[in-house]
C-alpha cells in the first residue's frame, strides 16, 4: 500500500486549467481516468488526510503509485479525452457498464453495393445504419418480414447472393415478391440503394409520408379500375400499419427523445435507456455496474451518456436526452453531444406531462433490472459458494461459515427499541428461522448495551438447549434438536458467524456477550453502513474486502435484511403503540365488540362517561364487562385534547378506536414492508424467558409476550 505523499507532486507544477488525469500503480497501469475544469484543484483534493476521503477513493490513492496529466483546450476536449483513455486502459477504479445481454439491432449495411437488411450483434460498423436495440431477434424478423412487402430490400447473405447471380435464379423471396432481386439484375443498383434508403427512412420514423404516398396510388389505380395494383396496394399499406403498431406510440409530439433511468444501492447500479423516435419506443438497453469509485447519480449519468454516445454521429444521437440527474457542470456534456450529433440536443430532467410519466416508466424498468441482477447473483451456486469461501479466507475461519446469524437494533429516538435476527444458511435465507426481540433490560436508546442483551438471551437460550441434551452427536442430533412434536427447537442450532450491525462498538458488545457465556468457538464480525468496512473484535483496522468481492456483498445483503425485519417490527410496534386504547386492557373483550361499543357511543369520549347501565344496554355486554370497561377508563390516564393546529381550536369529539391518535402527529406506519416473504413461517417475539415466540401463535402464549 503505497503513501499518497511519496508521488504528490510539488506545490505549482500542477497547471490550473482544463485537462484529464491518470493515477498508475507500482506497474505502471493506469487505474483511474478522471476529468476536471481546474487540474490542481481536483488532483489537490486526492492528497489529503485518508481519514477525509471517501473509502473508495482513499484505496484508489493508496493503490496508486504515480499521478499523470494532459492539459487540453476545453473542458469538452477533456470529456472526449477521457472517454477515449478509459475505452484504452479499462482503468479498474472507474465505473464501467456491462451489458447484461448483447442486444440484436436491425442493420442496413449501407456501405455495400446492394445494401443489405439483417439482424446483427455486437460492435457497430461504420457506414452501416442500425436501429434498435430490440429485446429479441424475432421481433426485429417479424418486423422485416412486414416491410418487405412495401420495401422488398435484399436480405440474403453474400453466399447465397453470388450463387443466385451466378444460377441465374432468385432465391424464394424473389419468386414471392419480398425481394427485388438485384442479383439476377430485375433491379438496378441505384433503384435498389433508393429501396433501402426509403426503408431506412421508414424505420427512422418518417411513416406518414410513406402511407399518404400508397393511399394515394391505391385511390389512383382504383379510378383507372386497376382493382389488382390497388389491391396490392391496400395490403402494403395494411403492413406498414401493422409494423407501427408492433411500437405504441409514447410521445404525443412524435419525438425524438434517449430516455436514461438509473437505480442504485451502495455497492452497484442500473442503467435503462428507452429510444424513442417518432414518438414511439423503438428499443430498449439496459446495464448494470460495481460502483468500484465514490460516484453521485448526476456522475453515473454522464458515465452512461460517454457509453452510449461515444462512437455515435448524426442521427444516431437524437435531438433530446432525457436524465434523472444533469452533469455537474452539464454545459461540457451538452456541448459534446451536440458535436457528435452536428446539430443542437436538448440534455434536461423532464418536470411533467408525458415526458415525466415515461421517464417514470424507465426507472421502474431500472429497478426491476437491478432487482433481477441481484437475484440472480445470489441464487447462483457458484457465487455463493465462492462468496462463503472469501469470508472465510478474509475472517481467518477454519470452514466457510454455513449458517450465517445478523443481529440489527431499531427504533424511534429511544422509543420502541426492538431487535432482529436473520439467518442465512449456505448463503440464503432462512426465513423459518427469523426471530425478533423486544429491549427490555433498560430504557431509552443505547445500541451497545442492546446488542449485548440480544446476543446474550439468544445464546443463552441455546445453551439451555444444549444442556438438555448434552454435547450431541450425530446420531443424536435428530433427537437433541427437535420438540417433543417434531418441530426443531427455536435457538438448537448455533451459527458459524454472527454478523452485527455496526463497527468496533456492536462487535465488542457482541463478543463480550459469547465471552460472559462461555462460548468460544462461534466468529464475530460487524458491517458499519457508512464505509462498508467488516469489524472484528480486537483489531483497531476493518477487515477491507474488494468492492467487487462476492463475499462483501454476501454480507450486505444478510446486513440489510436484517435491517429491514428490524425496521418492519419496530414499525408495527409504533403503529400499535398509537393505536392504542384503554378497552386494551379489558379482559374477554375482544375486537367486534370494541367496534360495536364504540359505533353504539360514537366515540371514546362518549363512552368514558356512560354509566354501567347504559353501557349494558349494548348488545352483548354484560354487566361484568360493564363494569371492567369503566374500570380501564378509570386507571388509564385521560387523552390530552386534540387541537386543531389550522385554527387553535381544541376538539370536542375524539377519533374512534383503530383510526390512530390524531394528537401525536404521526400517521401510523404504512404496512409496505410485510416482514415475512410467501411461504415463509412467521417470525416470532421475545418472551419474559429471552426466548421467541412464534407470530401467529395460540393465545396461550400472547401473556408471555413483553
Known amino acids: 500500500m503505497a503513501d499518497p505523499s511519496s508521488y504528490r507532486p510539488k506545490p505549482g507544477q500542477i497547471p490550473d486549467s482544463p485537462g484529464v488525469y491518470r493515477f498508475r500503480d507500482e506497474h505502471r497501469r493506469v487505474i483511474y481516468v478522471g476529468k476536471a475544469k481546474s487540474l490542481r484543484q481536483r488532483l489537490a483534493s486526492y492528497f489529503q488526510d485518508l481519514a477525509n476521503l471517501h473509502p473508495r477513493t482513499a484505496t484508489m490513492v493508496t493503490t496508486a503509485a504515480s499521478v499523470e496529466w494532459t492539459v487540453v483546450a476545453t473542458e469538452t476536449a477533456a470529456l472526449q479525452l477521457e472517454y477515449t483513455w478509459i475505452k484504452e486502459y479499462d482503468p479498474r477504479f472507474n465505473v464501467k ?54 420495401f422488398p430490400v435484399r436480405t440474403c447473405s453474400a453466399g447465397v447472393f453470388k ?3 451466378r444460377t441465374g435464379r432468385p432465391c424464394l423471396l424473389g419468386y414471392i415478391g419480398k425481394c427485388s432481386a438485384p442479383c439476377v439484375d430485375r433491379i438496378s443498383a441505384e433503384d435498389h440503394r433508393e429501396l433501402a434508403e426509403d426503408f431506412c427512412e421508414f424505420m427512422t420514423g418518417r411513416t406518414g409520408t410513406y402511407i399518404r404516398r400508397l393511399e394515394r396510388q391505391m385511390t389512383d389505380a382504383a379510378e383507372e379500375m386497376e382493382y389488382e395494383r390497388a389491391a396490392r396496394l391496400r395490403d402494403d399499406i395494411d403492413a406498414l400499419r401493422k409494423a407501427m403498431e408492433k411500437s405504441a406510440v409514447v410521445l404525443a409530439d412524435a419525438t425524438d427523445a434517449d430516455l436514461i433511468a438509473v437505480a442504485e444501492d451502495e455497492l452497484e447500479a442500473a442503467v435503462q435507456i428507452f429510444h424513442v423516435r417518432g414518438g414511439r419506443v423503438r428499443g430498449q438497453r439496459g446495464w448494470v455496474t460495481d460502483k468500484v469509485e465514490a460516484v453521485t447519480t448526476a456522475d453515473l449519468v454522464e458515465h452512461a451518456l460517454q457509453q452510449l454516445y461515444g462512437e455515435e454521429r448524426g442521427d444516431s444521437v437524437p435531438k433530446e436526452v432525457l436524465v434523472p440527474a444533469l452533469p455537474d457542470p452539464v454545459e461540457p456534456v451538452q456541448e459534446w453531444l451536440t458535436q457528435r450529433r452536428g446539430s443542437n440536443v436538448s440534455l434536461r430532467i423532464p418536470q411533467r406531462g408525458d415526458k415525466k410519466a415515461l421517464m417514470e416508466t424507465v426507472a421502474r424498468n431500472a429497478q426491476q433490472s437491478l432487482v433481477l441482477h441481484k437475484t440472480k447473483r445470489a441464487s447462483d451456486l457458484t457465487t455463493r459458494s465462492r462468496a462463503l469461501e472469501e469470508i472465510a479466507a478474509a475472517l481467518e475461519l477454519d470452514s466457510a461459515p454455513l449458517r450465517i446469524e445478523c443481529y440489527d437494533i431499531s427504533h ?55 444442556e438438555k441434551t448434552g454435547e450431541w452427536s450425530p446420531e443424536e442430533a435428530q433427537e437433541g434438536l427437535t420438540e417433543d412434536d417434531g418441530r426443531p427447537k427455536r435457538f438448537a442450532y448455533p451459527p458459524q458467524l454472527v454478523v452485527v450491525d455496526g463497527g468496533q462498538p456492536q462487535v465488542a458488545a457482541a463478543q463480550r456477550a459469547l465471552d460472559e457465556l462461555g462460548i468460544d468457538d462461534i466468529a464475530v464480525c460487524g458491517l458499519a453502513k457508512r464505509l462498508e468496512e467488516v469489524w472484528v473484535p480486537g483489531e483497531d483496522d476493518p477487515v477491507v474486502l474488494p468492492r467487487t468481492s462476492e463475499g462483501l456483498y454476501l454480507l450486505q445483503r444478510v446486513r440489510d435484511e436484517a435491517h429491514r425485519f428490524a425496521i418492519s417490527y419496530q414499525r408495527t410496534k409504533r403503529t400499535k403503540r398509537f393505536k392504542a386504547s384503554p378497552l386494551d386492557d379489558v379482559p374477554g373483550l375482544g375486537e367486534s365488540r370494541k367496534q360495536i361499543l364504540i359505533k353504539h357511543f360514537g366515540s371514546l369520549k362518549r363512552l368514558r362517561s356512560a354509566t354501567i347501565d347504559q353501557i349494558c344496554e349494548v348488545p352483548g355486554v354484560g354487566r361484568k364487562t360493564a363494569e371492567a370497561v369503566l374500570a380501564a377508563f378509570a386507571q388509564a390516564a385521560p387523552a390530552p385534547p386534540a387541537v386543531n393546529t389550522a385554527t387553535g381550536e381544541i376538539m370536542e369529539d375524539e377519533d374512534p378506536v383503530g383510526t390512530g391518535d390524531s394528537h401525536t402527529g404521526e400517521e401510523p406506519a404504512p404496512a409496505d414492508d410485510p416482514p415475512h416473504g410467501k411461504g415463509a413461517t412467521p417470525t416470532a417475539a421475545p418472551n419474559e424467558g429471552g426466548t421467541a415466540t412464534p407470530v401467529g401463535a395460540p393465545e396461550r402464549r400472547r401473556g408471555m409476550e413483553t
Do not use: C
Request: charged share 35%; proline share 3%.
Open 412 to 466: 424511534l429516538q429511544g422509543d420502541d427499541v426492538v431487535a432482529s435476527m436473520v439467518v442465512f444458511e449456505d448463503g440464503l435465507a432462512r426465513k423459518s428461522e427469523y426471530r425478533r426481540f423486544q429491549i427490555k433490560g433498560f430504557e431509552g436508546q443505547d445500541d451497545v448495551r442492546s446488542m449485548h442483551e440480544v446476543i446474550t438471551r439468544r445464546f443463552r437460550r441455546y445453551l439451555v438447549e444444549k
Open 97 to 150: 457498464y456491462r451489458d447484461d445481454k448483447s442486444y440484436p439491432y436491425l442493420a442496413v449495411t449501407m456501405n455495400e453495393e446492394f445494401p443489405r437488411v439483417q439482424v446483427m450483434r455486437g460492435q457497430k460498423k461504420k457506414g452501416v445504419r442500425y436501429f434498435g436495440p430490440y429485446g429479441h431477434a424475432w421481433a426485429i424478423r417479424d418486423t422485416v418480414d412486414l416491410l418487405l412487402r412495401v
Open 163 to 165: 450463387n443466385a447471380a
